[in-house]
């Protein structure tokens, strides 16, 4: 998860700009990570990983965006890359 914060997660900011040490994840990043997460450990590549990710990051995003603000904490991107996978024993590390 480190890889994940350093390499797509975005930090949130207060109205006049100061940084507020809240990580997040919107759509895009989530794909992005997606990408490598779903190549790392489902060994879809090219192709195959996109029409994967075609078929299954919307319904995955859906499901953890509960609040239908356009992002997820980091806190929460396990069990989103998880049930991504279809996989809760997944080692993501």
């Known amino acids: 998860m ?14 006049d700009g100061h940084p507020t040490g809240q ?11 997606a990408q490598e997460v779903v190549e790392t450990h489902l060994g879809l590549k ?3 990983r996109e029409d ?4 299954y990051l919307d ?9 239908g603000d356009g992002k997820i904490e980091t806190e929460r991107m396990s069990g989103f890359f ?3 996978c279809a996989n809760m024993q997944i080692d993501l590390h």
């Open 2 to 15: 480190n890889s994940m914060l350093t390499k797509y997660a975005m930090e949130g900011s207060t109205p």
């Open 23 to 33: 990580f997040f994840f919107n759509k895009m990043s989530a794909l992005m990570a």
């Open 46 to 48: 090219g192709k195959a």
């Open 52 to 55: 994967y990710l075609d078929k």
């Open 59 to 67: 319904k995955t995003w859906d499901h953890f965006d509960t609040a």
């Open 82 to 84: 998880r049930f991504l």
